[in-house]
């Protein structure tokens, strides 16, 4: 796993889950990104941390307690390959969007058995 969320874990944290940008990202205008493995997602016991960025950087820490869904969007070509996107829905209408992560029902799952 990355270096910025290993370097951020407060005190009794740990990480659940680590997920990627999927390889079909490649092909995309966020190549750079994929070929230098610069984004970073997990799923914490306590929280939801994604890094995005290369030069300039987008950080999103939520607090599982302040989470209310977790949406999985996938088409046909994503189902097959085994990419998606996921949007974080917080209280109060927060919305965070990540684009072609490799297997976004196993994030989603992963938060749903963190907070039952």
Known sequence: MGSYINKNLISGEEVVLSAKNHWVNFFSSNFLAYLLN???YAITNK???AKEGIISRRIVEINLSKIESVNVDQGIIGRI???GS???IGTGGTRETFLQIENPV???RTFQELVS
């Open 106 to 108: 196993k994030i989603k």
């Open 47 to 49: 929280r939801i941390i």
């Open 81 to 83: 390959l085994g990419f």
């Open 38 to 40: 610069s984004n970073e």
């Open 86 to 88: 996921f949007t974080i």
